[in-house]
């Protein structure tokens, strides 16, 4: 599997800053506010996170066969 740079850049900014920050946000804010299922939201923004960056690693391994 493998796609364009812009795509590739646009899902690595997605997973490696908008993800865990969002988490994060949501994860406080539930904290301070008594937001519902802070735990359960927190938990599915953190998987949805861990599987876009297996798929990202896979997409960078078939990119780096390539060049070889």
Excluded at 28 to 49: K, M, N
Aim: glycine fraction near 12%; avoid cysteine; aromatic fraction near 8%.
């Amino acid at each position: 599997m493998t796609m364009k740079n812009e795509t590739y850049d646009k899902l690595k900014w997605i997973a490696q800053i908008a993800l865990p920050a969002a988490a994060t946000l949501y994860a406080a804010l539930a904290g301070i506010w008594g937001l519902p299922h802070g735990t359960e939201i927190t938990g599915t923004i953190s998987a949805v996170d861990v599987f876009l960056g297996a798929l990202l690693g896979i997409s960078t391994k078939n990119y780096n066969k390539g060049g070889e």
